[in-house]
């Protein structure tokens, strides 16, 4: 089922990430290369693997600047800096149940 939109950034209220910012998010990921994650719903039941991964982005208004890549096996999702502590990426992605995971 597809969530609906909820626009870009959104951030009411923040999302509560373990780590509360980007750069210690980016630095664990860059760290802990072949970790695999979980996402985090709030039923606990239907969470996916994924893997991330901390780059620069290559291409797009991001450029060089720093990504945290999640990757399940339908999807991947783009978390700059920008997006930490939304619900949602630049892109209106849902992002929270990501970065919820990475600790
Ligand atoms: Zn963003």
């Known amino acids: 089922?597809?969530?609906?939109?909820?626009?870009?950034?959104?951030?009411?209220?923040?999302?509560?990430n373990p780590f509360s910012r980007f750069s210690q998010a980016y630095?664990?990921?860059a760290s802990n290369p072949t970790k695999k994650y979980?996402?985090?719903?709030?039923?606990?039941?239907?969470g996916v693997i994924?893997?991330?991964e901390a780059r620069l982005?290559?291409?797009g208004k991001h450029k060089g600047k720093k990504v945290i890549q999640c990757e399940t096996k339908k999807s991947i999702v783009y978390i700059y800096e920008c997006c930490w502590n939304?619900?949602?990426?630049?892109s209106g992605t849902?992002?929270?149940?990501?970065?919820?995971?990475?600790?």
């Open 94 to 103: 849902h992002i929270n149940t990501y970065s919820k995971a990475i600790k």
């Open 57 to 59: 982005a290559n291409s």
């Open 50 to 52: 994924f893997k991330a």
């Open 27 to 29: 630095n664990f990921v």
């Open 38 to 46: 979980r996402t985090v719903t709030s039923n606990r039941k239907n």
């Open 1 to 16: 089922m597809k969530k609906p939109s909820i626009g870009k950034h959104f951030a009411q209220p923040p999302v509560n």
């Open 86 to 90: 939304c619900k949602s990426n630049c």
